[in-house]
């Protein structure tokens, strides 16, 4: 009885989770990714931990002077860029905003970096 008990429960709790995700008002990430490429690490370690690994390159870069390599913004950029607009930012439905717009995280990097491979953006 308690074996049913507890099933009965875990599937309450799925449909719960389920019924949520499709009723959110807040709207999904749009996750666009060249697959023919790997990445630095598997998808649920950069979700959880890009930002330590954008501020240790970051770290390098300024205070070591190395740039370009597998880690660098512009390689991250090449693969998480739409194919329509090239960007990672600048609508709903780019890779980096679409995220941290889900999240509800403020996304700094671009004030001073292109949301597209290239230069640097020119700060006014």
Known sequence: MRGLVGLFA?????????????????PMP??????????????????????DLLKHRRDKTVHQGVRGGDEALTQCLGCHASKATGAVVGSPDAFCQSCHDYVGIKLDCFDCHQGRPGALAKKP
């Open 10 to 26: 875990a599937a309450l709790a799925i449909a719960g989770v389920a019924a949520h995700a499709q009723t959110s008002r807040v």
């Open 30 to 51: 749009k996750l666009e990714v060249d697959k023919a490429t790997a990445c630095v690490a598997p998808p649920e370690v950069m979700r959880r931990t890009h930002m």
